[in-house]
């Protein structure tokens, strides 16, 4: 056996997987069971009862983090005239128009986030190929299209982080790093939880929440009582 998957059956079993934690309980169990070396990335993954096949259940939106998500993004703006100035002084990585889409399309990719103008989205929607398998296809709904490119930015520079539901009804989200102090992942999750009990879509019926874990990168899933949150 690989030492990661001893690492991981030792950390596994610190955790009852039947049963559902407080959310204090829960973030600093996380914080002991990751094995990485690394300052790993926690994450939140909400089991919803939604039908990603409806319109108004294919949630999708962003969120400002009160502590950040401990991830530095690089951003890169697309616009034309006096927004690129805007752009550069909100502390964008990168700002331009054409030449940078010539660079994606020739397979450049340093860059984690596309904040556009609207003016921009003709011809970014040409690389809609490359780019929307990727997740990095701007979008109104996450705020990266738009005319307030000093928000935007900036939002994103103080952590903002995107969710999206997937097929199944999951919606996964960065809440910061195992090196943040449980007040701060605390904080962060109930804001995430906010976010997401406010979006719940009235066509949903029954139970909205299935199921809430936190985990680490590479490490077991633990399961959270929504009450707790």
């Known amino acids: ?35 990485t070396k690394f300052d790993a990335t926690v994450e ?24 950040g998500s401990g991830k530095t993004r690089k951003v890169l703006v697309l616009t034309k005239g006096p927004k690129a100035k805007e752009a550069q002084e909100a502390g964008a990585d990168y700002v331009g128009d054409t030449e ?69 009804g999951n919606i996964a989200t960065i809440v910061g790093k195992v090196s943040f102090d449980d007040e701060k992942l605390i904080a962060n999750i109930k804001t995430v939880n906010g976010v997401l009990m406010r979006a719940k879509p ?6 909205y929440v299935k199921n809430i874990s936190v985990t680490t990168t590479m490490g077991p899933g633990i399961k959270i009582d929504p009450a707790t949150i």
């Open 100 to 168: 940078y889409l010539d660079k994606i399309k020739g397979g450049w990719f340093d860059f984690d986030v596309i904040v556009a103008t609207p003016d921009m989205m003709g011809e970014l929607g040409k690389l809609g190929k490359i780019l929307g398998p990727k997740g990095l296809m701007p979008n109104a709904k996450t705020g990266t299209v738009t005319m307030d490119i000093k928000k935007a930015v900036e939002e994103i520079k103080a952590g903002k982080v995107e969710y999206r539901v997937d097929k199944a």
């Open 202 to 207: 009235s066509t949903v019926k029954g139970v």
């Open 1 to 35: 056996m690989s030492k990661v998957g001893k690492k991981y059956q030792e950390a596994a079993k610190l955790i009852d997987s039947s049963k559902k934690y407080s959310l204090e309980e829960a973030v600093a169990l996380a914080k002991k069971t990751s094995i």
């Open 44 to 67: 939140i993954v909400f089991r919803l009862n939604l039908d990603s096949r409806k319109a108004e259940q294919n949630l999708r939106g962003a969120i400002v983090l009160p502590h």
